[in-house]
């Protein structure tokens, strides 16, 4: 298989999501721990020769469609919070950023392990 | 392949002026421009791609005035990302979506299967369901799902029917989920519903 070009981009807006979190910049936190996630999808969606999705709604549906239906619900969770983040007057708790954090880590994983068995 | 140019659409006029105002003001160092088929549709919030040799702060500033004139005088809306040839992973992207136009015909389908789902998993919880007409957004969103408490198992509860029918669907649900309480997203999903933005 073609190997991807790896930017990092991912692993850096994880460590930008942590570092908001710490220092209390929670909206930031959340907005980047999406983007991480999104970015992970869509190298997974293209080294499985899958069409990106144009809406990030159905880039959720690529985890559904390989078996993981809780993990896809968690990126809809994650994208309904980073909407909140970005666009509401309402502020994300810390309970919110904290939940996104671990989403995104814990999806990060999942999803670098499912690269690695397309290798 | 055949070259169509569509000179009915504003969208195809406003992306000619859009060429000609980058050639004049980028000359050489414009390589391509690669658009969508219509400026509703986007790809990471843009619907153009400007590739060039050299993307510099002079060269971003002089895209962003060829918008600014394009978007004063077209009804179409030119969304731009700018990157250089070396970017081939963006570029192809482009191109691949440039081809694959979004099919929204079982919109209102989809809407109405949403809705079902919502009823029977929200139960009682559910208060209305607010959905844009076919192809419009605000805050990436086309459905503004309102419910009378809204908490995270709720939230996954939404996120479920969202997930069946975008499987099951061509057309998108983008929802957000609201409490009654929150009169002034609730205006704005109205408003929007009922306002054409192109009007």
Known sequence: MKPLRNSGKPEKLMREAELDFKIGNLNKCVSASYFTVRKMLEHLALRMKMMIPRRDDKLANVLKHIGYGDEAKLVLRLYELRKKADYDDKEITEDEAEEALKIAENLTKLIKSLQSGTD | ?199
């Open chain 2, 1 to 199: 392949m055949a070259l169509i140019l569509d000179l009915r659409s504003d969208w195809w006029r406003a992306i000619t002026r859009f060429a000609e105002l980058l050639y004049d003001s980028l000359a050489d160092n414009l390589v391509s421009i690669i658009a969508l088929p219509d400026d509703l549709l986007t790809f990471y919030d843009s619907n153009v791609l400007v590739v060039v040799d050299r993307l510099d702060r002079d060269v971003s500033l002089k895209v962003a005035e060829a918008a600014l004139k394009v978007n004063e005088q077209y009804k179409s809306t030119v969304s731009y990302i700018v990157t250089t040839r070396e970017d081939g992973e963006t570029i192809e992207k482009f191109r691949k979506l440039a081809y694959l136009p979004e099919d929204w015909s079982d919109y209102d389908e989809a809407i109405g299967k949403f809705k079902e789902l919502l009823t029977d998993l929200l139960n009682g919880n559910l208060v209305e369901v607010l959905p844009l007409p076919r192809r419009q957004s605000l805050y990436d969103s086309n459905v503004l799902v309102v419910v009378d408490r809204l908490d995270r198992d709720v939230s996954l509860k939404v996120a479920e029917a969202a997930l069946k029918v975008n499987e099951q669907y061509k057309s998108t649900v983008s929802y957000i989920v609201t409490t009654r309480e929150d009169g002034e997203t609730i205006e704005k999903f109205r408003k929007t519903g009922k306002a054409d933005e192109r009007g």
